[in-house]
């Protein structure tokens, strides 16, 4: 019997037989065989086992190999060049958890390509040239292939609604039954574990954001309060509104209320964000009144070697979520080599409390494992604004630095 003999796009795919849209789960998105093949294997198998497994390393390196050895040739849905190998998924659903199976790799074009994921297509504003492909190849007219189409996207949101996943990768053809039950195991532990391939990252998202949200704007709303004597129902939006003087009396505040615990504020970064987000408030083109959100949002920083790497990020977000303090944690995960960094993020750079808290679980893990690194603490305006390390002249990327030294841990 069929692993997933229910698929859930059987309806659409009956329509659209020639070139058929399964759109990609929402719990499921980045989670591929091409994605994990150009993931540094000493960082995802550090996550998922907890130290570096040789058999892990080995299956990924030759998942790697693997795939960038497939052919390319031509496109089996409209027989022009091929230039992309697309994994063939069926979804469907178990009791209360989703089923992906694995069911085959197909050989496309960009314009195939880009007409099967109509998801992607319609993020990037090329929904249109992509619904114009699904038409002329699977030769249905406009209202028919309309109708479907809608209802792959019905489709698509119900099953972005089931949150526990299983993957099921089956016998991919040319890779041996060793790596494919490693590669399945791995596929399955990110899934389940809340982990997420997106872009050259490896994205940590945790269950209780929202309460972690609150927490910290709470926080900063008391902060500022005790440190200005203001009120307001949002952080933001009391900075957005302060002058010059108290902006400068904030700071100091700041300041003091840090060094209390071995966090050092550089005063004129921590100045020059709180400027920007201020003026986070500006009227567009257009007249109407445009705001930046997520101004306030930071996130602490540790540069890590990769054999380190992935072990530090699992065991940060084990020791956070101890502290109920799980929110966004990533790493660069692609096949880069030497230091990069280990990013958590905090979601207001004024809850003083939980910056503290948050420094301390990662210096705990760093002292654990004998890493003597500074923490560094980047705002996301920053970001916002382009201010990397090198690129705003003498001005420090971060407002905030910390270290086991200055922590007292050594």
């Not at 929904?127 to 028919?144: C, L, P």
Request: aromatic share 8%; charged share 25%; with cysteine.
């Amino acid at each position: 019997m069929s692993v997933c003999s229910a698929d859930a796009y059987s309806g659409v795919c009956s329509v659209l037989t020639r070139l058929c849209p399964r759109l990609v789960p929402g719990p499921l998105f980045g989670f591929s065989l091409a994605n994990l093949a150009r993931t540094d294997p000493e960082v995802i198998c550090d996550v998922v086992y907890g130290d570096v497994s040789e058999d892990c390393v080995s299956a990924i390196n030759s998942l790697y190999r693997w795939w960038f050895s497939l052919p390319r040739d031509r496109c089996k849905v409209c027989g022009s060049r091929a230039n992309q190998i697309d994994e063939d998924w069926r979804y469907c659903i178990k009791g209360d958890a989703g089923v992906a199976v694995l069911d085959g790799l197909v050989q496309l074009c960009d314009r195939c390509h880009l007409a099967k994921h109509l998801g992607y297509a319609s993020t990037h504003d090329k929904f249109d040239e992509a619904f114009r492909h699904i038409v002329e190849v699977n030769g249905v007219s406009e209202e028919t292939a309309r109708r479907v189409v809608d209802e792959a996207f019905r489709v698509h949101r119900s099953l972005s609604e089931v949150k526990r996943w299983r993957v099921v990768l089956g016998e991919p053809p040319g890779l041996g039954k060793d790596v494919v039950r490693v590669v399945e195991y791995v596929l399955n532990f990110i899934v389940s574990n809340n982990y997420e391939p997106s872009g050259h990252w490896l994205w940590h998202r945790g269950q209780n954001r929202l309460a972690i949200e609150e927490r910290a704007e709470n926080e900063a709303l008391e902060f500022l309060r005790n440190s200005l004597g203001v009120e307001g129902r949002d952080p933001m939006g009391i900075v957005m509104r302060l002058g010059d003087r108290d902006l400068g009396k904030l700071v100091d505040k700041l300041t003091n209320a840090l060094n209390n615990y071995g966090i050092k504020v550089l005063r004129r970064e921590t100045e020059m964000a709180l400027r920007l987000v201020r003026s986070a408030k500006h009227v567009g083109n257009n007249g109407w009144i445009e705001i930046r959100f997520n101004s306030m949002v930071g996130k602490w920083m540790v540069f890590a070697p990769n054999r380190r790497r992935g072990f530090l990020l699992r065991n940060i977000i084990n020791g956070l979520g101890e502290k109920g303090l799980d929110y966004i944690t990533k790493t660069v995960s692609m096949r880069e080599g030497g230091e990069r960094p280990v990013v958590v993020y905090v979601p207001n750079f004024l809850a003083v409390n939980m910056i503290n808290d948050v420094a301390e679980v990662i210096l705990d893990v760093l002292n654990r494992l004998g890493i003597d690194k500074p923490l560094l603490f980047k705002p996301d305006v920053f970001t916002q604004e382009d201010i990397y390390s090198g690129s705003a002249g003498v001005m420090k990327p971060y407002i905030y630095m910390t270290s086991l030294g200055l922590k007292g841990f050594r």
